[in-house]
């Protein structure tokens, strides 16, 4: 028979809190209430991110991926050969074929991503069609100093715009922090434009739902590995491009008064009241470079789609 203590008793969490929890925690304890959106990215999470990346309303990879296919082997003759090629916030691994199909004399490629599970589902095909490449991924929040395998020279690869995750401020600070860790070599990075409002509104506000599902699919990791009881449905995915700030902010609105239990703490979120979950910042050309200027970069060239939607800037050490 079974002990009874096995029936109905809740898995008590031991050890100490995760990142998430203490995030978590935090950001409903302040107001406004805001978290990183880093906490996206769970396995359910970064599948629906590449779903997010097929949607015919989001531009930017679509754009990226034309900017990376037409002129990859021009982007390519900035790596020195033999260099440590370091992608930041890997993802599925699908941009950086298109340059590694393009560099003549790479050396090792260097993955880096939160998360580990997929990650690690990424880099299995890669190994099996690029046999000669050396693929040591790294499963790790890349804003914070990482440490890699000791390589002379180094190339960095930033695509996506995840670097509009950040603020100005944190990006150039970012941007120094890359600069240090890429020895005799530079950073491709792809950086989102600034432009008409209607067209970054849809890019935010599919058809499908699905960037309300990735939204929302934070809370629904909350309920899972934390135990947290968000009433999901009852939070709006709320998303709109504010042009003082050059930003699309998105934010999850309770559309009723509830009260939450994470980590045994309870929060209340009044009719309307908002957890602003991400800011995705938007530059010109011309902004962008003079950041990584004040980076310590020296920006060589960019390359821009004729709709001038999306940009891939070198940016060399
Ligand atoms: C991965 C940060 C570049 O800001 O466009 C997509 C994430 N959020 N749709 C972006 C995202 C909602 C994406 N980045």
Known sequence: TMPLTALNVPERRSGPPSDFERELVAALSAR??????????DTAGSRLFDRICDLPEYYPTRTEFGLLADHGPDMASHFADGADLVEFGAGSLTKVRLLLDAWERPGR????????EHLHQSAAPLRAEYPGLEVLPIA??????????????RVGFFPG???GNLGPVAAVRFLRQA???LPGGGLLVGV??????????????????????????????????????FDVAAFDHYAF?????QRVEMHLVSRRAQTVTVADQCFEFAEGESLHTENSHKYTVEGFRQMARRAGFTPGPVWVD???LFSVHWLAT
């Open 192 to 229: 989102d434009l600034v432009k008409d409002p209607a067209t970054l509104h849809r890019a935010y506000n599919d058809a499908a739902g699905v960037t309300a599902a990735f939204n929302r699919n934070l809370l629904v990791r909350a309920n899972r590995e934390l135990g947290a009881d």
């Open 140 to 153: 790790a929040d890349f804003t914070r100093p990482l440490s890699l395998p000791a390589a002379e020279r």
């Open 161 to 163: 715009s995840s670097i």
């Open 306 to 308: 004729d709709a001038r």
């Open 241 to 245: 491009y504010d042009p003082l700030q």
């Open 109 to 116: 490629f260097i993955p880096v991503d939160i998360s580990a």
């Open 32 to 41: 406004p209430r805001s978290i990183s959106p880093k906490f996206f990215y």
């Open 179 to 181: 600069a240090q860790c």
